[in-house]
């Protein structure tokens, strides 16, 4: 079955802790994307990869890290979180060309306390 | 900043009219245009791309795009309980960044 799979689903951490969400995909996407989503605010892109090696930032990268050593696997980075990167994150993976139709992750709920 | 913006609702329709859903952005740049619907509590699901003027139709959804205007639309049409979630408008200039409204979440009552 193709499928995006992100854990932990759900984490709670304290400030200051570093954490890593893992992503991987079974479908030998280039594309890889996180995405960390906010009321109100919508979707927001945080880091994307356009293949192994290849890494540039979205739209709120800071405090966040990323790889991608694996074509399948692109981990999220938090190094030192902190309260205002409570969200909810999303993973998505797509081929590059075409409809880019964009496969999510079942998405990670953390809490920096 | 390339905005993305959506209404957010809720927008509520009785069962079997047409839901009109719209998103205007600001980057005239932008070249791709994405429907997404997020069901509570689950994540973004494609519904449909569209990039060039004008109508593009799948089933019951139509997207419509006018890049003069600098805005995209879906359609709904008989509109089914089963279509109640958030949907979500995301353009792309050079598909590696995307940027998504806040959503739009659609009711339909039976």
């Known amino acids: 079955e193709a499928q995006v799979t992100q854990n932990p689903r759900y984490l709670i951490t304290v400030t200051g802790k570093k954490l890593t969400v893992t992503c991987s995909q079974n479908m030998n996407h280039e594309y890889m994307s996180w995405y960390r989503q906010d009321p109100g605010l919508g979707l927001r892109q945080i880091y994307y990869?356009?293949?192994?090696?290849?890494?540039d930032k979205g739209d709120v990268p800071e405090g966040y890290k990323v790889s991608r050593k694996e074509k399948r696997n692109f981990p999220l980075i938090l190094e030192s979180p902190s309260p205002n990167q409570t969200s909810l994150y999303f993973c998505?993976?797509?081929?590059?060309?075409?409809?880019?139709?964009?496969?999510f992750g079942q998405g990670t709920r953390l809490t920096v306390v | 900043q390339k905005e993305v913006e959506q209404n957010s609702g809720p927008l509520s329709v009785p069962e079997g009219a047409i839901a009109s859903l719209n998103c205007t952005y600001s980057d005239r740049g932008s070249q791709s245009f994405f429907w997404y619907r997020q069901y509570s509590g689950k994540s973004p699901e494609l519904i449909m791309f569209i990039y060039s003027n004008g109508d593009k139709e799948d089933g019951r959804f139509t997207a419509q795009l006018n890049k003069a205007s600098q805005y995209v639309s879906l359609l709904i049409r008989d509109s089914q309980p089963s279509d109640s979630a958030t949907y979500l408008c995301?353009?792309?200039?050079?598909?590696?960044?995307?940027?998504f409204g806040s959503g739009t979440k659609l009711n339909v009552k039976p």
């Open positions: 990869s356009m293949n192994v090696e290849v890494t």
């Open positions: 998505a993976s797509s081929i590059t060309g075409g409809d880019w139709e964009a496969f």
């Open positions: 995301a353009v792309t200039y050079n598909f590696n960044k995307f940027y």
